[in-house]
């Protein structure tokens, strides 16, 4: 694991909780729209938070497309899932809601299943023979490099 | 009738999105360090291989199925049961569908994490 390759977890988390948050406020701002008024749907994203929001959600999947790209499923989704520690933090700092025991429970939990997970290995190596069936990955070595 | 409703858009979800995750997850690997390949061919190389995948396409397909889930799940039960229950119902499958089908090694840490988090999600939405 390499400081890049950091960034890019903290992109998934980030982008992810900051899209949320967007997009919820924007759709406090739109309102209810009722299932006889479905089409109306489409016009939320002339809302600039919603817009916003669904930029921040784009830049969320790339960087988690990247992720999935050299780590393992298992390793990438306890890992970015700071971002529910994130959000709590967000309500509690920013828009002042209260954050109960139960609450501060549930973020110490997540945050101990974080360090569980990024303290082992990021990606399964599996020996070439495991995989006979499937096509074989294109390689993208190192030989390659300058 | 109410709760068999709920509890199937819930399971629905769940399904759905471990086998978003699995298949984009698949694809992903499929394709190889994006970073590696971006810096190597350019980026609509990069773009190019992961759209003409088609387990990328097949997870964004499971991903749609998802959302759609999640909203009728929503026209049936509350937001604070339906996002925590299928948010960490679907760690919990992730961690068996990645063992099953990606072959990854689910080690002692990896199944604390992921049970651990999704502990952690129910406690957040209380």
Known sequence: MTFRKYLVLAGVTLFAAIGDSFLARGMQQVGNISLQRLPDIVLTILNPWVALGILFLL???????????????????????????????????????????????????????????????ALT??????DEGAPVPEPVGSRMEP | MKHAYTWGAILAIVLASTAGDVLLSRAMKRVGDV????????????????????????????????????????????????????????????????????????????????????????LLAG
Do not use: C
């Open chain 2, 35 to 122: 970073g590696e390949l971006w810096r190597r061919s350019g980026l609509m190389t990069v773009a190019g291989r992961i759209l003409r995948n088609p387990s990328f396409l097949l997870g964004i397909f499971m991903m749609a199925v998802a959302f759609y889930s999640l909203l009728f799940a929503l026209s049936w039960a509350d937001v604070s049961l339906v996002a925590p229950a299928s948010a960490s119902l679907t760690f919990v499958a992730n961690a068996i569908a990645a063992k099953i089908f990606l072959h990854e090694r689910v080690d002692h840490r990896r199944w604390m994490a992921a049970v651990l988090v999704a502990g952690g999600v129910v």
């Open chain 1, 59 to 121: 830049g969320f999947f790339s960087a988690y497309m990247t992720a999935l790209s050299w780590a393992d499923l298992t390793y990438v989704l306890p890992a970015t899932s700071l971002g529910y520690v994130l959000l709590a933090l967000i309500a509690k700092f920013l828009l002042h809601e209260q954050v109960t025991t139960t609450r501060w429970l549930g973020i110490a939990m997540i945050s101990a299943g974080v360090g569980f997970v990024t303290q082992g290995p």
């Open chain 1, 125 to 130: 190596h599996h020996p070439p023979h495991e």
